[in-house]
Structure formats: C-alpha cells, structure tokens
C-alpha cells in the first residue's frame, strides 16, 4: 500500500500546547467548517464505503463542532478535534451493521448465461464516489497518490478491516498522522495504536491492491479509454473485449452476479445486446479511476440516466468494469438526470445473436426500474 502524503500534518490532540486563535462563532466558525468539508468527506467515505452516507457523516459532524464549541479550548488544531469528532461520528454508523462489499466480495463469478437475479439494498454495497468531493487541488505527484486510497478495490478492501484498525490505518497511512495523535484522538495508548496499525497492514497486504493503476497517467492509457468509448458506442462487442485483460472483471451493482474472463464478458453483452448497446458515454472522474456516465434512448424524449461505470486500468488493459446500475447515482456527479438526442455519427455494428435461448427475461420480469444490465 503506498501512502498519502497530506499537506497539512495536524497537531497532537493529547499534547498540550499554546492555544491557537479560535474562529468565532457564525459566519467565521461556518466558513472554517466549510474548509473542511472535502477532506473529512474523504475520511468518512474511507470509513463508510458510501457517498451518502459520509456526506451525512460530515454533516454531523460540524453540527455536533456547533452545538460544542464552547468545549474547544484551542489547545489542539481545529482539525484535529474534527477529526475525532468524525471519528466517532463514524464508529457510530458502523456499530453492529454488515460491511459493504463489491459483488466479488460475496461469492464466485457467475455464468455470462445466468440472469441479474434480485437487486440487493443498497447498504450492502460499496459506491461510488465523485473525485471533486474528496479530492481537492495539489501538488500533482501527491493528488496522483491520494487517489490510490478511493480507488474501490482499496476502499472494499478497507471494509474488511474493523472499524477501529480501519481508522487506525487511514489516519496513520493515509492521511500521515503520527501515533501519539492517533492515540490522543482515540484515547489509547500508542503502543495500542501500533498493534491495530500492524494488523490492519497484514489484512490489506493479504489482498491484490496491485491491479491496476488509480488513473490513466499516459498517452497509451487515454488511447484505450478513447477505444473503450468508441467500441461501446457502436456495441462492437469483439473490439470492445479485446480490451480487456484475460481475467477481467464485470460487475453490475446492485446485482450480486459477477462475471470474470474475456469470454464470459462476450458472451454476456452479446446475449443481452439489445439492452447493453446504444448508449451514449459521458466521461467522469470517480474513485481516483477513469469512470463514465451511461445515457439509454427513452423514446422520443431523448436520453435518459441508466448507469455509472468505474473502470480499472493496468498496462495490459482493462482490469475491471464496476457499473452500478442506479440513475439516482447521476446527482452526486452533477450530472443530468436526461440529455436532448444526440445525433448518430456512427453506425451500430450489428453482432449475430448466440444459438442458444438468451437467458434475459423480458423487462417486465427483470423490472427495469431497479434492474438494467450494462
């Protein structure tokens, strides 16, 4: 695992120094809140595995820092007493519920002839996150780092971790804390925090983070993305596997079905031509990776939100595609929920059909609303 390198180190919150000037309560106090708010996120999206649900972290957070500010003596940063406040914000919402996962997370891959099957809740899995709410303006060679810890294999992998290794590990490796702030801010001793950061190092290390890149950084990168986007929108299934990597993932969020390998991912979209064809791919920036807003006709009116994908690179291609089919996800991008019809510059290249009977039901049965393909 690489670490991040923050460039600004907090204090030690069980330290005592000379008392740093308090911003005032109102307007001051809201806007030294607000300049907070992007990295916070970060943290809890870390410890949550959910946008929403760590927008609603931060949230509780600068409201508890309101309805307790006369308890902040200025002896540690402000920050740092965010932080602990987050943290226990955090340790809250996972007290007692199930870690989110990705589908691989929750058994093997599927048959490309098996159908979606039901949707599970939402609390089961891991989404995705726009990269302007957690990432903000740097150096390049830091931000190039700091994305590698939103990436939604280091963020699944994460959720394996219990909650208090899992805070441990993003203070200390992510966001560069020493273990003596770490303890203060967990009221632990430092030999405690050193015990929790080994073991959390020896879970993730048990896991494959080197898969793939956090963003295309080359010109040979931007080039496959620039192929990615021109097979999928004229559905060329043969170049559009040709892409990926030999063991390459497809998941399809919230559908626990899963698919690996080249062949399974052909065999897949060709049977399901008729709903994974003719879309309209609009670049996005989500989880430190090369991501994509997915638009389906809807008739006359235009096009309509279907699905966002995350894409993972490595230098022998495409490592995975993550497509979580939830058009609710468009508004966390900023993005529009329908587009005018785009005019059609390309021809769709039609594929023969598979002998056998595709497994896809009728709409009806897979209910769409809930359940697209990619």
């Known amino acids: 695992m690489t670490d991040v390198v923050a460039s600004d180190r907090p204090g030690s919150v069980g330290e005592l120094r000379t008392p740093v000037p308090r911003p005032s309560i109102g307007f001051g106090l809201d806007r030294e809140l607000e300049s907070y708010r992007r990295e916070l996120t970060g943290f809890c999206y870390r410890m949550l595995g959910s946008p929403h649900e760590a927008e609603d972290a931060v949230q509780d957070t600068f409201l508890r820092a309101w309805r307790s500010f006369d308890t902040f003596d200025g002896r540690a940063p402000l920050r740092s ?46 989404q995705p996150i726009a990269d302007d709410r957690v990432l903000g303006a740097g150096d390049p060679a830091e931000l ?61 290390a048990s896991r494959d983070l080197t898969a793939s890149v956090a963003a295309p950084a080359s010109e040979r990168d931007r080039e496959l993305l620039a192929r990615y986007v021109d097979a999928f ?68 009116a235009g096009l309509e939100a279907y699905s966002l994908q995350v894409l993972e690179v490595s230098q022998s291609g495409i490592s995975a595609i993550h497509t979580f089919l939830d058009p609710g996800l468009f508004d966390l991008f900023d993005l529009a929920p329908a587009l005018p019809q785009r005019p059609r510059t390309r021809a769709h290249k039609p594929h023969p059909q598979p002998e056998r009977p595709t497994a896809l039901r009728s709409p009806s049965d897979l209910n769409v609303a809930q359940g697209r393909q990619l």
Not at 166 to 178: E, F, G, P, T
Request: charged content about 20%.
């Open 233 to 300: 929108e004229r559905f060329d299934v043969d170049a559009l596997v040709s892409l990926l990597r030999d063991d390459a993932v497809l998941s399809m969020p919230p559908y626990s079905l899963w698919l690996q390998g080249r062949a399974a991912a052909r065999d897949w979209l060709l049977a399901n031509a008729s709903t994974c064809g003719d879309v309209l791919l609009v670049p996005v920036a989500a989880n430190g990776s090369a991501a994509f807003a997915v638009y389906k006709p809807a008739g006359r």
């Open 144 to 204: 190039a780092v700091a994305r590698e810890t939103i990436r939604l294999a280091f963020v699944a992998a994460l959720q394996h971790l219990p909650p208090r290794q899992r805070a441990v590990l993003i203070l200390r490796d992510v966001l560069r804390w020493k273990s003596v702030e770490v303890a203060g801010l967990l009221d632990a001793s430092v030999v405690s925090v050193n015990g929790l950061l080994r073991r959390a190092r020896a879970t993730l």
């Open 81 to 126: 007493w965010l932080y602990r406040i987050a943290t226990n914000v955090c340790m809250t919402m996972l007290d007692g519920r199930r870690r989110r996962a990705l589908p691989m997370d929750l058994g093997s891959s599927s048959s490309p002839t098996g159908t979606l099957g039901v949707p599970l809740v939402d609390s089961v899995w891991i």
